[in-house]
């Protein structure tokens, strides 16, 4: 059957949306077959590249959402057509006109937050900083060797927050320089850019590299693999360059030049899971693995999809903020790909990640089968 967007005007507006490369799409399929989606249901981004090309996507439809950016098809695509960049483009489109699916409002609902108190969580600006309260942290200040870019999740989730205040301790007790800026930070932007918040995106980047450069920053930790893939890859569109690592580089080095000694033992089975940012989209593979083969005692094994092939938990592309029915989550595949493996813990090194997957661990009732950690956790009982 013939589809037919409702809104024909806006088709050149599409066919442009795919920029270069999708005109070379010979409609393998190959997306199709590695997409995380096919484990789930039905969702063909070769038809999206095809629609597009034509002008003929359905703009208002589910599928434009679905994408969670994951980067797996561009990876195996022999005619190196940019789908993720094509199905940000349509979200713009879409935004632009306003045609939302529902599951997609209260994705489109942390607009608001991110401009008004700099998060998508709905707190307040004011109490960025409390998760620090009580801990080794002071405000960053010129000359400081090191920013810790805390990010919005660490910041405020209840759960993260845990994760952030072990990571201030271990810098605390490697004698690491370093500061953050508290109610100074807003959220880096990259997920509401995935859902078609252009201006938003330019208006949070813009505020953090002036503080950035008001503060003197040289050198950026993050936490978060979306924070680390923004600074290092799209605020240099603005012209500007800062030194950024993720948590994983700093504490292996750490660990490397003898700062951080791993003397207890962590007598666990442990998986590690690659987020998307971190792995294929900044090839950050190695290091997490190296800091938990330095742990003694600690057994690492791998899952079935690992490295360039990790299943995505399915919280990128701004689908952390929008409800995915029971029987699609990616998160509930990936913990059942940890239980095949025997794995007591699930670690990993992002936000979203842990978010997706103690939402699994939660809704499968698996919290008496499986630990999720984030490394820095992992470390700090190791110390
Ligand atoms: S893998 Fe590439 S060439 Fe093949 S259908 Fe998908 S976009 Fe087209
Ligand atoms: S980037 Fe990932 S989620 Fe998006 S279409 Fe490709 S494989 Fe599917």
């Known amino acids: 059957m013939e589809t037919v967007t409702p809104f024909p005007e806006i088709a050149d507006e599409i066919k442009e949306a ?14 199709d077959v590695v997409c995380p989606w096919n484990k789930v249901r039905k969702f063909s981004m070769r038809r999206i590249v095809r629609e597009a090309a034509f002008g003929l996507t359905e703009i208002e439809s589910e599928d434009v959402w679905r994408c969670t950016t994951c980067g797996t098809c561009p990876q195996y695509c022999p005619r190196g057509v940019e789908q993720i960049p094509l199905g940000v483009s349509l979200r713009r489109i879409a935004t632009k006109y306003e045609v939302f699916p529902a599951s997609v409002r209260s994705a489109r609902a942390v607009k608001a937050g991110l401009l008004l108190e700099g998060n998508p969580l709905n707190e307040e600006r004011a109490k960025r900083a409390d998760w620090a309260r009580d801990l080794p942290v002071r405000p960053f200040a010129e000359g400081m060797e090191i920013l810790y870019f ?11 927050k845990k994760a952030a205040a072990a990571t201030a301790r271990i810098l605390h007790k490697a004698g690491v320089d370093f500061g953050i800026l508290g109610t100074k930070e807003s959220c880096c932007g990259e997920s509401i850019r995935k859902i078609g918040g252009e201006k938003e995106f330019r208006t949070l980047a813009k505020q953090n590299i002036k503080t950035f450069i008001d503060e003197g920053v040289k050198k950026i930790v993050v936490a978060s693999p979306h ?20 948590m994983s580089q700093l504490l292996l080095d750490l660990i490397r030049k003898g700062r951080l000694e791993l003397k207890e033992e962590y007598r666990k089975r442990v998986t590690y899971h690659d987020p998307c940012y971190l792995g294929r989209h900044n090839g950050i593979y190695d290091e997490p693995r190296e800091i938990l083969k330095a742990i003694p005692g600690l057994e690492l094994v791998e899952m079935a999809s690992s490295r360039q092939d990790s299943l995505c938990c399915g919280g990128g592309g701004g689908r952390v903020w929008m409800d995915t029915p029971k029987g699609e989550r990616f998160s509930d595949l990936r913990l059942g790909q940890a239980g095949e493996v025997g794995a007591q813990v699930l670690a990993t090194s992002c936000p979203y990640c842990i978010t997706m997957f103690e939402d699994s661990r939660l809704s499968l009732e698996y919290e008496d089968k499986i630990a999720i950690k984030d490394i820095t956790e992992i470390v700090e009982e190791a110390l």
């Open 18 to 31: 795919g920029g270069e490369t999708f005109k070379y799409c010979y409609q393998c399929g190959k997306c």
């Open 150 to 160: 805390v990010g919005c999740y660490h910041s405020y989730d209840p759960r993260l």
């Open 227 to 246: 924070c680390y893939h923004t600074f290092k890859n799209e605020y240099p569109e603005f012209m500007v360059s800062f030194e950024v690592v993720h």
